[in-house]
């Protein structure tokens, strides 16, 4: 008995009247009112979820990108779609872009299960834009394809090549020390964002945009054009065609993005030093695909797996630079023994089969072979301790080798805002070898776990010369941002973790070659602080924060929500590292 073939186009996700037929009749009438014809109709309905949006620079260049995904879905025998969802810019949204992911996660996962298409493009780039895409698509499992909005250019001060935003943030310490006076910070912020894009180093944006490539869910060479060549137009239109084919093959995401794809974005991840944001991000895409992300694991991984890229923060070079120096292919070429060659990507074919068809490499100087890396070991370390029980991050390749072994006294600052008040202030209490510690800056805390765990150099320790010190946290930096810092401390002050109880004056031990962080506190003074100072939960009375507030998971569960994860007993990732 042979069964009809599942709907598609127009056909699907009909809007419940009580009569189907009526229907799509009344769907045909409408979008026939826009100009579409039956033959336009029967095609393959491939949407674009365009992010486009005056308060996101970084993806300035939505119009063009959208012309370009357009031309190649027409190319290909396809009906482009194009509708809108949330955008989110890193300096834009408040209290925190990642406050909102989550909620562009559900505007993109209903926005695709809601709406008829066979495929989608899912336009995304700055920091929040990718993960929450990917994560709503692999909740709809639809067939879908991630388009990188491409990197900003590098701009010149002075001489000096900059670009957003780790020289933002190496101005703004030299602002800060006084080395620099008001005309000349001035004149920088003119030009460390020389164009649209995304920043130009391996912050979050540039690291999600080669893991989307790495996992196979851009088209090959979609992650390192900057957004405003000839280059990323042509990745668009490519994008657009192989969005028809997904469309045809029926070929949905969870079909690509399975383990191996997870395993070999953690693998890039640490190849390329890139943000620690970016374990928040794959470790809620994992939970979306009922995967639990093991730190333990991925530090196992990152033993074995060394930084290649020669990139700011943890080296020297920009994005554009890594582009014209093969980009992801090249790569990936020299991760080759080190990767899940056998796992599916967009085009059909496995990303070993995608590598050897890109042929032979060139000489170029951003990438090093494995036997000449520019860190031994993964740019991320997971750290374990009474202080953190449930793990902590540190981004050992952009941090000062002096200190990953280091004991000191804690300053301690409760909140964002005590930080504020006190941290330039002449008669603050601190010295280059204390450890700067600051509270409730968790997934809860903030909320939305700020990007202040880049904490700044107190005033008067940054006008005698001091450029680094450590510093710990229950929130995120960028992966923009250097330095001595540990990161995402779970669980968090702001639910009673450990770090609530913390003073200025304790002593803390860090060890990056133990993975350890430890505070050297008895257990009876714990306890008896515990008591003394019970942790009340942060809550709110309605709208999206008490909803947020009442469902985010910790950092290692990927900060995303409690109910958008599938139930059930989950599976590790990543599963045995390989070597």
Not at 524 to 553: D, M, N
């Amino acid at each position: 008995m042979s069964t009809s073939p599942p709907p598609s186009g127009f056909k699907k996700g009909l809007t419940q009247y009580g009569d189907s037929g009526f229907s799509l009749f009344l769907r045909k009438a409408f979008i026939k009112g826009a100009g579409y014809t039956d033959e336009a109709l029967d095609r393959p309905v491939i949407g674009i979820a365009s992010t486009g949006s005056a308060y996101n620079p970084c993806h300035g260049n939505m119009p063009q990108l959208l012309e370009a995904v357009t031309r190649g879905i027409q190319l290909a025998g396809g009906l482009p779609m194009p509708f809108p969802t949330i955008s989110l810019h890193e300096s834009f949204a408040s209290p925190t872009s990642m406050f909102l992911r989550n909620l562009m996660s559900m505007d993109t996962e209903e926005m695709l299960r809601a709406q008829p298409m066979d495929a989608v493009v899912l336009i995304g780039g700055c920091d929040k834009t990718v993960p929450a895409q990917l994560m709503g698509a692999a909740s709809a499992n639809v067939p879908a394809i991630q388009l990188i909005t491409g990197s900003m250019l590098t701009g010149s001060h002075r001489s000096q090549r900059v670009g957003a935003c780790t020289d933002c943030r190496r101005y703004w310490a030299m602002y800060r020390s006084e080395s620099i006076d008001d005309a000349e910070i001035n004149d920088v912020n003119n030009q460390l964002v020389a164009s649209v894009g995304t920043c130009s180093v391996m912050g979050t944006a540039s690291t999600m945009a080669c893991l989307a490539e790495a996992m196979g869910l851009t088209v090959p060479g979609g992650a390192s054009p900057p957004a405003v060549t000839a280059d990323r137009m042509r990745v668009a239109e490519q994008t657009g065609q192989q969005a028809v084919w997904l469309a045809r093959q029926r070929l949905n995401i969870t079909q690509i993005l399975d383990e191996r794809a997870l395993e070999n974005g953690m693998r890039v991840l640490l190849a390329i030093g890139g943000s620690t944001n970016a374990i928040v991000h794959l470790a809620a895409i994992a939970g979306r695909l009922g995967f639990e992300l093991d730190l333990q694991a991925l530090d196992r991984m990152g033993r074995e797996t060394p930084v290649l890229l020669d990139l700011k923060p943890s080296g020297e070079h920009y994005m554009e630079d890594f582009h014209a120096a093969g980009g992801m292919t090249t790569l990936l070429r020299e991760l080759k023994p080190l990767m899940h060659l056998d796992a599916m990507t967009v085009t059909g074919r496995t990303l070993g089969e995608e590598i050897d068809r890109a042929g032979t490499g060139f000489a170029q100087n951003v990438v090093r072979p494995l036997h000449r890396p520019i860190y031994p070991q993964g740019g991320l370390a997971v750290l374990q301790g009474n202080l953190a029980p449930g793990g902590a991050i540190i981004k050992a390749s952009a941090a000062d080798p002096q200190l990953m072994e280091h004991e000191g006294r804690a300053v301690v600052f409760e909140n964002l805002q005590d930080l504020a008040e006190r941290i330039d202030r002449d008669d603050l209490d601190v010295n280059a070898e204390d450890i700067l510690v600051l509270k409730n800056i968790g997934p809860k805390g903030a909320p939305g776990m700020p990007e202040a765990g880049y904490m700044p150099i107190p005033r008067k320790l940054a006008r005698a010369g001091v450029k680094d010190i450590v510093r710990i946290s229950d929130g995120r930096m960028s992966g923009t941002a250097f330095g001595t810092i540990v990161l995402h401390v779970t669980p968090e002050s702001a639910i009673g973790g450990p770090l609530a109880w913390i003073k200025t004056g304790d002593r803390i031990r860090l060890s990056v070659s133990e993975r350890s962080l430890q505070w050297l506190i008895s257990d009876e003074e714990l306890a008896r602080r515990q008591a003394a100072q019970p942790v009340s939960p942060p809550s709110a009375e309605r709208g999206y924060r008490k909803l947020y507030l009442q469902s985010v998971s910790q950092a290692d569960q990927g900060a995303d929500f409690d109910f958008l994860t599938p139930p059930g007993p989950r599976s590790k990732v990543p599963r045995t590292p390989q070597g």
